[in-house]
């Protein structure tokens, strides 16, 4: 039986230039990675010059990764309630994909936002509103943008299946939108995934409520804490309350060992390289097909 290889990698840095991912990617046995094309902490960053586009696309052609996401700048709200950090939001998110469209990447993955002082419906449908404002930019080119699955804190949208199918089925036919699932956020908001079966149980839900097909990628992460608790602190794979299963799981289930898949667990290189080899053995012993069946 001939095994398509699978496309993981974990969240590099650009420290020293946006091509320096790329080659941290291979410095640890990548064959994707995510980014970010900018400073995540700041509203205003300088626009990419043609050579760090050129340096990107030489080194991008040798390394031969592919399938790279940036992750938005974690100050965007989307569904923000007040007006001057909405606009801001929105301006940063139009930045966003204009780098991403000169870096030709093949997603953008974003936190939806957070509700703060108003309603979940009402958060959700400006953050549907605010990304219709760049379906021009994005269905210009490759690019596909993911709503991030949360962990649920504070008024953070985008916890609940549900609340991701609304916003994916509002808009799929005006931009071109899919979803990215964090282990660790989505056991924390409540889907458990301690066991192969509850993985099992878990693509299922997603299926019946979202559709398989908007899911384009996943962070694979292990949580410090436990079922439904709402706390985002992710854990070296296997060390948290998640346990091993749910990546043997991932990577071997025909649903899903196909997607990208970006490591976001803490300890930087040395241990993303441990656990990518780690992953490659868990994928050569399809554990997973048996559950795949359609009920």
């Not at 992750?71 to 606009?87: K, T």
Request: proline share 4%.
């Amino acid at each position: 039986m001939t095994i398509t290889p699978l496309l993981i990698g974990a969240h590099t840095s650009i420290a020293g230039g946006v091509h320096n991912a790329l080659l941290e990617g291979v410095q640890i046995g990548a064959n994707t990675i995510q980014m970010f094309t900018a400073n995540q902490r700041r509203w205003l960053s300088k626009p990419l010059s043609p050579d760090a586009i050129s340096l990107w696309e030489k080194t991008l052609d040798e390394t031969g990764l592919q399938q790279v996401m940036s992750h938005s700048s974690y100050l965007i709200n989307l569904g923000a309630p007040n007006p001057e950090i909405l606009a801001k939001s929105i301006q940063a998110f139009q930045e966003e994909v204009q780098r991403c469209l000169q870096l030709k990447l093949s997603y953008l993955n974003f936190h939806p936002g957070a509700a703060l002082t108003d309603t979940t419906e009402n958060c959700m449908d400006r953050i549907c509103e605010s990304i219709l404002k760049v379906a021009n930019q994005v269905n210009n080119g490759s690019l596909r943008l993911l709503f991030e699955a949360t962990a649920g804190q504070g008024s953070c949208v985008g916890c609940h299946f549900e609340q991701l199918a609304y916003m994916v089925h509002k808009i799929e036919k005006k931009v071109r939108v899919g979803i990215c699932i964090d282990t660790c956020h989505i056991f924390v908001s409540g889907y458990d995934l301690r066991t192969l079966e509850a993985c099992d149980a878990a693509i299922k839900e997603f299926d019946r409520i979202v559709g398989l097909k908007h899911l384009y990628a996943f962070h694979l992460n292990d949580s410090l804490r436990g079922l439904n608790s709402r706390v985002d602190r992710h854990q070296p794979l296997g060390k948290g309350q998640i346990g091993i299963d749910c990546f043997k799981f991932l990577v071997t289930d025909p649903r899903t060992r196909h997607l990208p898949m970006y490591l976001e667990t803490p300890d930087g290189p040395p241990s993303w390289k441990e656990e990518i080899a780690l992953l490659r053995q868990f994928a050569a012993n399809p554990i997973g097909e048996k559950y795949a069946h359609k009920d």
